[in-house]
């Protein structure tokens, strides 16, 4: 499994309000990708000037949470070795996808949570 990218992810349903306080730090948005599926989703990818990255997602929760972004080279590869390490599909087994990537948030069996993402090119 090749590991292309990895970086924290914050979701919350004020993602506009933490854009804001990353862009006081310094960052700016290298990446958007609003508007890409069916929902009103909105993921950012903010960067500084040391290159340190940020993902911010608008996601409808009762509160901000943490989770770390893991892109891969295949995704299906990554997905079933995760699979047997014992972490869950929050979507069973369904993936969210647009036309330039394919997800799928997993879950340790300890709590923590990967956003698995694969770029297609």
Same mark, same amino acid.
């Given at each position: 499994?090749?590991?292309?990218?990895?970086?924290?992810?914050?979701?919350?349903?004020?993602?506009?309000?933490?854009?804001?306080?990353?862009?006081?730090?310094?960052?700016?948005?290298?990446?958007?990708?609003?508007?890409?599926?069916?929902?009103?989703?909105?993921?950012?990818?903010?960067?500084?000037?040391?290159?340190?990255? *940020? +993902?911010?997602? %608008?996601?409808?929760? =009762?509160?901000?949470?943490?989770?770390?972004?893991? @892109? *891969? +080279?295949?995704? %299906?590869?990554?997905? =079933?070795?995760?699979?047997?390490?014992?972490?869950? @599909?929050?979507?069973?087994?369904?993936?969210?996808?647009?036309?330039?990537?394919?997800?799928?948030?997993?879950?340790?069996?300890?709590?923590?949570?990967?956003?698995?993402?694969?770029?297609?090119?």
């Amino acid at each position: 499994m090749k590991i292309t990218g990895f970086n924290p992810m914050i979701v919350s349903n004020k993602a506009e309000d933490i854009i804001q306080l990353f862009e006081e730090m310094g960052f700016s948005i290298q990446h958007d990708v609003s508007g890409q599926t069916e929902s009103d989703y909105r993921a950012v990818v903010m960067k500084d000037a040391d290159q340190n990255k *940020v +993902d911010i997602a %608008q996601i409808e929760t =009762e509160r901000d949470s943490m989770l770390l972004r893991m @892109n *891969v +080279d295949d995704f %299906q590869e990554a997905y =079933e070795f995760l699979i047997q390490k014992g972490f869950v @599909n929050t979507r069973g087994d369904g993936t969210v996808g647009t036309a330039t990537s394919k997800a799928a948030t997993m879950v340790s069996p300890s709590g923590f949570v990967i956003s698995l993402i694969q770029h297609i090119k």
